[in-house]
């Protein structure tokens, strides 16, 4: 299978503080078929880079568990994983911006309680109200 053939999109998390080394992490689905959870973005003296999930081995050594076989698949996916990455900063910093000048973020993306709130308030305002001539009758009016 070529590398042209593969479609690869990724949710990167980045986090405000670095936890160590690692900046962030991301997951990565291939071909709408095949996720890998638990890449890490890390940084170094050479600058962020992408690290895939990995686990102890008999030694005590980190192996990774599942990799890219091709020079072109680590491209595609550190390129996909990295832009990701910058895209979550991006917001990130949009939204700390947005805070330090006083905008309300919840503003944007109304509660379920304020769009359940407006809901009833544009029944209300298309529901006609009753009348007196609506009202049963009771009594002697009933005749």
């Known amino acids: 299978m070529s590398m042209s053939a593969v479609t690869m999109t990724a949710k990167a998390h980045a986090f405000l503080e670095p936890k160590g080394s690692q900046l962030g992490f991301a997951s990565v689905t291939i071909n709408d078929a095949f996720a890998i959870n638990g890449v890490k973005i890390m940084d170094s003296k050479n600058g962020p ?3 895939m999930p990995s ?8 192996r990774d568990i599942c990799f890219p076989t ?5 491209e595609a996916l550190n390129t ?3 832009d990701a990455y910058n895209s979550d900063i991006q917001q990130k910093i949009a939204g700390l911006s947005d805070r330090a000048v006083g905008k ?3 503003e944007e993306r109304p509660s379920a309680t304020a769009k359940l709130g407006a809901a009833k308030k544009e029944v209300a305002a298309s529901t006609p109200l009753p009348t007196d001539k609506d009202a049963p009758k009771i009594g ?3 005749r």
Do not use: L
Not at 55 to 62: H, I, L, S, V
Not at 70 to 74: L, N, P, Q, V
């Open 104 to 106: 309300d973020p919840r």
């Open 70 to 74: 091709t020079k072109e698949g680590r």
């Open 49 to 51: 880079f992408v690290a």
């Open 140 to 142: 002697a009016d009933a």
């Open 55 to 62: 686990a102890r081995d008999g030694r005590g050594e980190f």
């Open 80 to 82: 996909v994983v990295m």
